[in-house]
Protein backbone atom coordinates (compact mmCIF):
# COMPACT_ATOMS: atom_id res chain seq x y z
CA UNK A 1 0.00 0.00 0.00
CA UNK A 2 1.39 3.36 -0.68
CA UNK A 3 1.34 5.99 1.38
CA UNK A 4 -0.29 9.99 1.65
CA UNK A 5 0.45 12.66 3.37
CA UNK A 6 -1.45 15.44 4.67
CA UNK A 7 -2.53 18.35 7.20
CA UNK A 8 -4.69 17.59 10.00
CA UNK A 9 -5.52 19.85 12.23
CA UNK A 10 -2.16 22.13 11.44
CA UNK A 11 0.16 19.33 11.25
CA UNK A 12 1.39 16.74 8.96
CA UNK A 13 0.30 13.32 8.84
CA UNK A 14 1.29 10.26 6.72
CA UNK A 15 -0.62 7.46 6.93
CA UNK A 16 -1.90 4.29 4.15
CA UNK A 17 -3.67 5.75 1.31
CA UNK A 18 -7.35 4.32 0.89
CA UNK A 19 -8.50 5.78 4.04
CA UNK A 20 -11.53 7.02 4.88
CA UNK A 21 -12.19 10.03 7.30
CA UNK A 22 -14.45 7.56 9.55
CA UNK A 23 -11.30 5.38 9.73
CA UNK A 24 -8.98 8.44 10.94
CA UNK A 25 -11.80 9.05 13.27
CA UNK A 26 -11.53 5.54 14.56
CA UNK A 27 -8.03 6.30 15.19
CA UNK A 28 -8.17 9.51 16.40
CA UNK A 29 -10.57 7.73 19.37
CA UNK A 30 -13.16 10.12 18.61
CA UNK A 31 -16.07 7.61 17.33
CA UNK A 32 -17.93 7.78 20.58
CA UNK A 33 -17.43 12.18 20.87
CA UNK A 34 -18.78 14.87 19.21
CA UNK A 35 -16.92 15.89 16.33
CA UNK A 36 -17.15 18.22 12.67
CA UNK A 37 -14.97 17.33 10.07
CA UNK A 38 -13.86 19.94 7.28
CA UNK A 39 -12.08 18.70 4.29
CA UNK A 40 -9.93 21.40 1.98
CA UNK A 41 -12.42 23.91 3.31
CA UNK A 42 -15.80 22.13 2.80
CA UNK A 43 -17.66 19.97 6.01
CA UNK A 44 -18.05 16.61 5.29
CA UNK A 45 -21.49 15.34 6.90
CA UNK A 46 -21.37 12.67 9.20
CA UNK A 47 -23.67 10.46 6.73
CA UNK A 48 -20.09 10.88 4.15
CA UNK A 49 -17.42 10.31 6.83
CA UNK A 50 -17.45 6.19 5.85
CA UNK A 51 -17.50 6.74 2.29
CA UNK A 52 -14.83 10.01 1.75
CA UNK A 53 -11.68 9.30 1.16
CA UNK A 54 -8.73 11.43 2.27
CA UNK A 55 -6.62 12.51 -0.54
CA UNK A 56 -3.24 13.60 -1.11
CA UNK A 57 -2.44 16.70 0.30
CA UNK A 58 -5.85 17.45 1.87
CA UNK A 59 -6.60 19.93 4.54
CA UNK A 60 -8.43 18.37 7.03
CA UNK A 61 -9.91 19.96 10.23
CA UNK A 62 -11.58 18.06 12.85
CA UNK A 63 -13.28 20.36 15.30
CA UNK A 64 -15.00 19.79 18.99
CA UNK A 65 -16.49 21.91 21.67
CA UNK A 66 -14.57 23.47 24.49
CA UNK A 67 -15.19 25.46 27.36
CA UNK A 68 -15.89 29.05 26.34
CA UNK A 69 -17.91 32.12 27.04
CA UNK B 1 -43.91 33.79 38.55
CA UNK B 2 -43.80 31.73 35.52
CA UNK B 3 -42.70 33.66 32.79
CA UNK B 4 -41.13 32.31 30.11
CA UNK B 5 -37.91 33.65 27.92
CA UNK B 6 -38.40 33.08 24.37
CA UNK B 7 -35.74 32.93 22.36
CA UNK B 8 -36.47 31.88 18.88
CA UNK B 9 -38.31 28.64 18.36
CA UNK B 10 -37.16 28.00 21.87
CA UNK B 11 -38.55 29.17 25.65
CA UNK B 12 -36.78 28.97 29.03
CA UNK B 13 -37.30 29.77 32.46
CA UNK B 14 -34.06 30.31 33.37
CA UNK B 15 -33.07 34.05 32.28
CA UNK B 16 -29.09 33.60 33.25
CA UNK B 17 -26.90 32.34 30.28
CA UNK B 18 -23.66 30.96 31.33
CA UNK B 19 -20.14 30.46 29.44
CA UNK B 20 -17.90 27.25 30.45
CA UNK B 21 -13.98 28.74 30.37
CA UNK B 22 -11.84 29.38 32.50
CA UNK B 23 -13.28 26.49 35.05
CA UNK B 24 -10.48 24.31 36.87
CA UNK B 25 -11.85 21.31 35.49
CA UNK B 26 -14.89 19.93 33.86
CA UNK B 27 -16.38 18.27 37.25
CA UNK B 28 -16.28 22.35 38.50
CA UNK B 29 -18.20 23.40 35.10
CA UNK B 30 -20.84 21.07 35.54
CA UNK B 31 -21.88 21.92 39.01
CA UNK B 32 -20.98 25.29 38.69
CA UNK B 33 -23.79 25.15 35.72
CA UNK B 34 -26.22 22.94 37.85
CA UNK B 35 -26.11 25.50 40.52
CA UNK B 36 -26.16 28.57 38.09
CA UNK B 37 -29.71 26.58 37.13
CA UNK B 38 -28.73 27.56 33.81
CA UNK B 39 -30.75 26.07 30.80
CA UNK B 40 -28.26 27.93 27.94
CA UNK B 41 -24.73 27.03 28.27
CA UNK B 42 -22.22 28.31 25.61
CA UNK B 43 -19.05 26.46 24.32
CA UNK B 44 -16.47 27.14 22.01
CA UNK B 45 -15.44 25.30 18.76
CA UNK B 46 -11.80 24.39 18.42
CA UNK B 47 -9.70 21.66 17.30
CA UNK B 48 -9.51 18.48 18.21
CA UNK B 49 -6.27 16.60 19.93
CA UNK B 50 -4.68 14.30 17.42
CA UNK B 51 -3.09 11.62 19.26
CA UNK B 52 -1.70 13.51 22.23
CA UNK B 53 -4.21 13.32 25.14
CA UNK B 54 -6.87 11.14 23.25
CA UNK B 55 -8.58 10.34 26.08
CA UNK B 56 -8.99 13.11 27.28
CA UNK B 57 -12.78 13.90 29.02
CA UNK B 58 -14.65 16.14 26.50
CA UNK B 59 -16.95 19.08 27.46
CA UNK B 60 -19.81 17.70 26.23
CA UNK B 61 -19.92 14.59 28.00
CA UNK B 62 -20.45 16.59 31.17
CA UNK B 63 -22.74 18.87 29.93
CA UNK B 64 -24.92 16.89 27.61
CA UNK B 65 -26.93 18.38 24.97
CA UNK B 66 -29.99 16.19 26.14
CA UNK B 67 -29.88 18.07 29.34
CA UNK B 68 -29.33 21.68 28.55
CA UNK B 69 -29.14 23.80 25.51
CA UNK B 70 -25.50 24.35 23.76
CA UNK B 71 -24.65 27.59 22.50
CA UNK B 72 -21.57 27.40 20.46
CA UNK B 73 -19.74 30.70 19.99
CA UNK B 74 -17.40 32.31 17.35
CA UNK B 75 -15.01 33.40 20.07
CA UNK B 76 -11.48 34.29 18.89
CA UNK B 77 -13.24 35.22 15.42
CA UNK B 78 -11.85 38.32 13.89
CA UNK B 79 -14.07 38.76 10.77
CA UNK B 80 -17.23 37.41 9.28
CA UNK B 81 -15.61 34.50 6.92
CA UNK B 82 -14.22 32.63 10.03
CA UNK B 83 -17.45 32.83 12.24
CA UNK B 84 -19.30 31.94 9.71
CA UNK B 85 -17.16 28.60 9.29
CA UNK B 86 -17.24 28.41 13.04
CA UNK B 87 -20.91 28.32 13.14
CA UNK B 88 -21.41 25.79 10.29
CA UNK B 89 -18.77 23.19 12.21
CA UNK B 90 -21.00 23.86 15.37
CA UNK B 91 -24.23 23.04 13.67
CA UNK B 92 -22.14 20.04 12.04
CA UNK B 93 -21.15 18.67 15.04
CA UNK B 94 -24.12 19.12 17.02
CA UNK B 95 -26.60 17.38 14.62
CA UNK B 96 -28.39 20.34 12.97
CA UNK B 97 -28.62 22.37 15.99
CA UNK B 98 -28.90 25.80 14.27
CA UNK B 99 -29.07 28.25 17.41
CA UNK B 100 -25.50 30.32 17.85
CA UNK B 101 -23.91 32.67 19.79
CA UNK B 102 -22.60 35.19 17.23
CA UNK B 103 -19.21 37.79 18.02
CA UNK B 104 -16.58 39.32 15.82
CA UNK B 105 -13.91 40.66 17.70
CA UNK B 106 -12.49 43.95 16.32
CA UNK B 107 -8.88 43.91 18.52
CA UNK B 108 -7.55 41.39 20.93
CA UNK B 109 -6.97 44.22 23.53
CA UNK B 110 -10.33 45.77 24.50
CA UNK B 111 -12.24 42.41 23.07
CA UNK B 112 -14.96 45.11 21.12
CA UNK B 113 -17.02 43.79 18.83
CA UNK B 114 -15.71 44.56 14.86
CA UNK B 115 -19.85 45.54 14.04
CA UNK B 116 -19.62 45.74 10.28
CA UNK B 117 -18.05 42.05 10.14
CA UNK B 118 -20.47 41.11 13.00
CA UNK B 119 -23.97 42.40 10.63
CA UNK B 120 -22.28 41.10 7.57
CA UNK B 121 -21.92 37.56 9.02
CA UNK B 122 -25.59 37.97 10.43
CA UNK B 123 -27.23 38.23 7.50
CA UNK B 124 -25.40 35.27 6.15
CA UNK B 125 -26.06 33.09 8.83
CA UNK B 126 -29.71 34.05 9.23
CA UNK B 127 -30.34 33.42 5.46
CA UNK B 128 -28.64 29.80 5.93
CA UNK B 129 -31.49 29.04 8.58
CA UNK B 130 -29.31 29.77 11.58
CA UNK B 131 -30.83 31.54 14.79
CA UNK B 132 -28.24 34.16 15.60
CA UNK B 133 -27.51 35.42 19.34
CA UNK B 134 -25.24 38.03 18.86
CA UNK B 135 -22.78 39.51 20.95
CA UNK B 136 -22.86 43.57 19.77
CA UNK B 137 -21.55 47.03 21.23
CA UNK B 138 -24.16 49.05 23.51
CA UNK B 139 -24.56 51.14 20.27
CA UNK B 140 -28.57 51.58 20.16
CA UNK B 141 -28.04 51.90 15.98
CA UNK B 142 -26.66 48.80 15.75
CA UNK B 143 -28.44 46.85 18.58
CA UNK B 144 -31.61 47.79 16.47
CA UNK B 145 -30.01 47.18 12.98
CA UNK B 146 -29.66 43.10 14.30
CA UNK B 147 -32.88 43.34 15.51
CA UNK B 148 -34.82 44.35 12.58
CA UNK B 149 -32.65 41.73 10.24
CA UNK B 150 -33.96 39.13 12.99
CA UNK B 151 -31.76 38.06 14.79
CA UNK B 152 -33.12 35.82 17.62
CA UNK B 153 -31.39 37.69 20.57
CA UNK B 154 -29.62 41.14 20.74
CA UNK B 155 -26.69 41.08 22.90
CA UNK B 156 -25.17 43.99 23.91
CA UNK B 157 -21.75 44.19 26.13
CA UNK B 158 -22.35 45.59 29.68
CA UNK B 159 -18.30 46.08 30.08
CA UNK B 160 -15.72 44.40 28.11
CA UNK B 161 -15.49 40.90 28.34
CA UNK B 162 -13.83 39.44 31.49
CA UNK B 163 -13.31 42.92 32.42
CA UNK B 164 -15.81 42.50 35.73
CA UNK B 165 -16.27 46.69 35.16
CA UNK B 166 -20.32 45.69 35.31
CA UNK B 167 -23.26 47.58 33.52
CA UNK B 168 -20.76 50.47 32.52
CA UNK B 169 -23.47 52.75 30.47
CA UNK B 170 -27.27 52.01 31.91
CA UNK B 171 -28.26 55.13 29.82
CA UNK B 172 -27.41 53.47 26.19
CA UNK B 173 -28.85 49.95 27.68
CA UNK B 174 -32.18 51.59 28.14
CA UNK B 175 -32.04 53.28 24.83
CA UNK B 176 -31.50 50.00 23.23
CA UNK B 177 -34.31 48.62 25.16
CA UNK B 178 -36.89 50.79 24.38
CA UNK B 179 -36.07 50.21 20.40
CA UNK B 180 -36.10 46.38 20.86
CA UNK B 181 -38.81 43.90 19.57
CA UNK B 182 -36.43 41.19 20.42
CA UNK B 183 -34.84 39.42 24.12
CA UNK B 184 -31.61 42.03 24.94
CA UNK B 185 -29.35 39.79 26.73
CA UNK B 186 -26.37 41.70 28.50
CA UNK B 187 -23.37 39.72 27.44
CA UNK B 188 -19.95 40.85 28.76
CA UNK B 189 -18.71 42.48 31.91
CA UNK B 190 -20.64 41.57 34.82
CA UNK B 191 -18.55 41.21 37.54
CA UNK B 192 -20.93 40.12 40.62
CA UNK B 193 -24.32 39.91 41.54
CA UNK B 194 -25.29 43.82 41.86
CA UNK B 195 -24.25 44.03 38.20
CA UNK B 196 -26.54 41.02 37.20
CA UNK B 197 -29.10 42.35 39.28
CA UNK B 198 -28.61 46.22 37.71
CA UNK B 199 -29.15 44.81 33.92
CA UNK B 200 -32.45 42.81 34.86
CA UNK B 201 -33.67 45.91 36.38
CA UNK B 202 -32.80 48.03 33.44
CA UNK B 203 -35.43 45.94 31.83
CA UNK B 204 -33.37 43.56 29.67
CA UNK B 205 -34.46 39.59 29.21
CA UNK B 206 -31.56 38.10 30.71
CA UNK B 207 -27.99 37.75 31.72
CA UNK B 208 -24.94 35.94 29.99
CA UNK B 209 -21.77 35.49 32.08
CA UNK B 210 -18.77 33.30 32.42
CA UNK B 211 -15.75 34.91 34.07
CA UNK B 212 -17.75 36.02 36.77
CA UNK B 213 -18.84 32.93 38.30
CA UNK B 214 -15.65 30.52 36.91
CA UNK B 215 -13.01 33.24 38.49
CA UNK B 216 -14.84 33.84 41.83
CA UNK B 217 -12.68 32.23 44.86
CA UNK B 218 -15.76 29.90 44.99
CA UNK B 219 -17.24 29.26 41.80
CA UNK B 220 -20.17 27.05 42.99
CA UNK B 221 -21.49 30.21 45.76
CA UNK B 222 -20.71 32.70 42.91
CA UNK B 223 -23.34 30.67 40.40
CA UNK B 224 -25.97 30.53 43.14
CA UNK B 225 -25.93 34.18 43.82
CA UNK B 226 -26.06 35.03 40.37
CA UNK B 227 -29.03 33.03 39.88
CA UNK B 228 -30.72 34.73 43.01
CA UNK B 229 -29.63 38.11 41.70
CA UNK B 230 -30.84 37.21 38.30
CA UNK B 231 -34.36 36.54 39.64
CA UNK B 232 -34.38 39.52 42.18
CA UNK B 233 -33.71 41.91 39.35
CA UNK B 234 -36.07 40.77 37.15
CA UNK B 235 -38.85 40.60 39.74
CA UNK B 236 -37.46 44.58 40.77
CA UNK B 237 -38.16 45.28 37.28
CA UNK B 238 -41.41 44.07 36.74
CA UNK B 239 -42.44 45.43 40.61
CA UNK B 240 -42.00 49.03 39.15
CA UNK B 241 -39.11 50.49 41.16
CA UNK B 242 -40.61 53.25 43.69
CA UNK B 243 -39.51 56.55 42.50
CA UNK B 244 -36.75 58.48 43.99
CA UNK B 245 -36.48 61.83 45.69
CA UNK B 246 -33.99 64.28 46.70
CA UNK B 247 -35.06 64.63 50.23
CA UNK B 248 -36.32 62.14 53.17
CA UNK B 249 -40.07 60.91 53.38
CA UNK B 250 -40.86 59.69 56.61
CA UNK B 251 -42.30 55.84 56.17
CA UNK B 252 -43.75 56.42 59.85
CA UNK B 253 -47.05 58.63 60.11
CA UNK B 254 -46.62 61.90 61.33
CA UNK B 255 -49.62 62.28 63.35
CA UNK B 256 -50.30 61.35 66.49
CA UNK B 257 -46.50 61.86 68.18
CA UNK B 258 -46.64 61.45 71.86
CA UNK B 259 -46.23 65.25 72.96
Redesign the interface.
Known amino acids: MSAIKFH ?4 I ?1 QKTSGQSLAELASD ?3 TK ?6 MNGE ?1 I ?2 SLHASTLIEEDAVI ?9 | MSEVLQIGSRSFSSRLLV ?5 KD ?1 EE ?1 RDAIIASGAEIV ?10 QN ?2 EP ?4 FIS ?1 DKWT ?1 L ?2 T ?1 GCFNAEDAI ?1 TC ?3 R ?4 GHNLVKLEVLGEQKTLYPNMTHTISAAKTLIEDGFEVMVYCSDDPIFCKELDDMGCVSVMPLASP ?2 SGLGVVNPHTISIILENSSKPIIVD ?1 GVGTASDAAIAMELGCEGV ?4 AIAKAKDPILMAEAMKDAVISGRKAFLAGRMQKTEYGNASSPTEGLIE
Open positions: LNGEILELKKFAIEIPKEIVHAVGGG | GTGKYLTTVAIRRTNIGADNLLEPIPNARMLAELLDIGALMNT
